[in-house]
């Protein structure tokens, strides 16, 4: 996946300013910044919600998947209700191997038949990222998919994202979560106010606040990323 | 769409509380119109205490008239409970045993009977109403003052045959019964014969000039006096009302009655559930994710119009089969019920789809939908001439604006022959229904916002 200068207005404010950045096959990339730095917005103009006002996205020949932030699904539907809706409206050949199948992945299979509503936070994002890789896609957007969840269901999230990205899958994802990036993150996409700071690996993030934010070098990794964002006048 | 569709269906399954409404609500709707329809008003029940002796009679110039059998016609009207005395009357108004107590002195024959004397009385019966609830003493004023405006009407329609009866006797002659016996009226058709046949042997002069006079005098009074007899019967009852039907026909009362509660049914299944369930897309989040690339938002609109339509359909026409048990309905002309409840539930789901984009949460839209189907559906009912002109003017504009009016005509057209044509409101229903689908379709794009 390719993004050049990619542009979004929201009347005078300008919540995207040429943002660009590439993704391989196998990659998972992090998606970092403060609140209402514009990753919803970049993900959303990527997974094709919204239109950009300038730049253009390529996604080569595969689809691109895309979990919203919040569960997108049914919670009055049980896990295997949500599934097979999901993979009929995709046109599957076969949605029921389609659910077995993502019934597997999520390991749900034990709680096919629970309605999602009395599932875990999770759990429920975890079908919510399930309903994301029906569309078998090529790219896999995740709009901050650990919002809400405690660290042990955030190591079993991200053991499943890791697991997936193992197979090919690119993943994208947004945090705003220095260590969670840093951490699960082959890149780091810095994003502050609409403009991208840094686009590189997190080791070459990490330098990069040692040498613009040296009074806060000895500090923890997150206090030196906010240095590094005030000295960056962000 | 099918997928969709079922979907609604399971989630209607699983929200048993929606569920039971939408079944409970059309029976209960069902069960009290039919109740309202089938019978009619109780009679309010009234404490009676009759004084007048038995035999008493309201008589004219010393003849007894027939009894009027006024208890009879007072306890057809209300339900008589009779009491023996003034003070049970009042404890029984007072405790709410009775909405009223209707007392008939002992003197209110004599005081009728003294109307034709030089000293007549005031005859007059007492009422007595607990005024503690305005509404029950609206309710007894009004039968109360129906029931003696009856009662002189027959009574003054009594004296007026007694009376005629008399000019009749003055005008032919016949026998006046008196104290068992009779005297014989010679009338004045009888005199002016009389009088002609003697005329002609009297010689000329002042005597048979004079009897000339007389002649002629009983002649003009018979004859004015036949003109009399009529007008003293119109006395009675001065005015006549006749009822001439102009600017169309309307339906009978039950007709009415259980197309209003059809058309409600229709209108709360198909507004609340659609505006619900488009709200419910956007509540979970999903509306983004199903239309980027799963269904347009055009499609997603016709599943939920569907799902109005059929929902509403299956419930109206399980209401109007539960009406049956009560009044008879035409179902020849089922196909007609069919067009009328399929286009105004297509009408009135998309005036829910357009409310149900206009919120994000279902419980808002549900309020939204319930505060705006409820006083349009009040107002479409308002009849003309009951408020003002400039007021009505604007109740028909809101109602036209809204598809319950026009659905309620075609409904109401459809369940009977001869309640006007049908394709007018259904031409109004579908302008309606394309004008809300296009409002819908607008409003459906803030959805995509994230």
Redesign the interface.
Known sequence: MQARGLVKRFGDREALKGVGFSAEPRELVAVIGPNGAGK?TLL?IL????AADGGEVETGDGTVG?V?Q????????TVE?NLL??A???KHEDPSASVEEMLDLTGLRERRGE?VARLSGGNQQRINIA?GLLSRPSVLLLDEPSVGLDSRQRARLWEFVSALAGRGTTVIFSTHDIQEAERYGNRVLVLADGEALFDGPAEELREAVRREAPEAADRDFETAFVAYLHHRGH | MRWLLLKDLQILRRSPLQAVLLVAYPVLIAVLVGLAVSRGPEKPRVALLNEVPANARVSLSGTKLPSANVQRRICDKVECVHVHSRDEAVAKVESGDVLAALILPEDLVNKINSLSTLSPGTPKVEVLVNESDPLKAGIVDDRIEALLAQANLTLAKRIAAEGGKYLNLVIRGGDLPVLGGGIHILGLQASAHILEAIEPALPNGPLKVALSQVTEFANQAGENLDIAGPLINRLAQPITVEKVAVGGSSPPLETFAIAVAATLTLAFVAVLLVAGSLALEREENAYPRLTRGLVSARALLGEKVLLGVVVGLVVTILMLAGLTIFVPLEWSRFGLWLAAIVVGGASLATAGAALGAAAREVRAVSLLAFMVTLPVAFLSLVPSGTVGQGLYDVIKVITALFPFKPALEAITSALEAGNGGIGGPLLHLAILCIAYAAIARLALRRFTRV
């Open positions: 919803t959303s997974a094709g919600i919204q895309w919203p919040q569960a997108a699904l049914y919670r009055r539907l209700e809706l999901f009929r409206l995709e309605i309903i």
